[in-house]
């Protein structure tokens, strides 16, 4: 476990893909992204340190995310790797017609 703060600790770093889609043409843009991840799912599931692999929709919010969890101990690997599939996975989702605001981010998970 790592200590980030009196009483935080985390054993889990997760890597959030992101973006929002569109409702327009039948949710067809949320088609797209979700074949866009089938595509690169098992490179995923072959990083070194692979713990699990989440997706999140939010019909909402417009919401698709996908969330990649690893070991601490494993993270800078990946990291030193730029996160790969990242590149792959988000320049096929920004060339997906309505799919916008195209980001990432990490946090810490523990199961309490």
Known sequence: MVTFAEGI??????REWRCKWSADNDKASLVEAQKVLDSVLD???????FKKVDRVVCGG???FK??????VEKWEAWSE???????????????IQG???VETQNYTFTQL
């Open 99 to 101: 799919i916008s605001q």
């Open 9 to 14: 600790e985390f054993d889990t770093i997760a």
């Open 43 to 49: 490179s995923i599931k072959n990083i070194d340190g």
């Open 61 to 63: 919010c417009l919401d």
């Open 81 to 95: 790797k730029k996160f790969a599939p990242e590149e792959e996975f988000m320049e096929k989702l920004k060339a």
């Open 66 to 71: 996908v969330i990649i969890s690893m070991p």
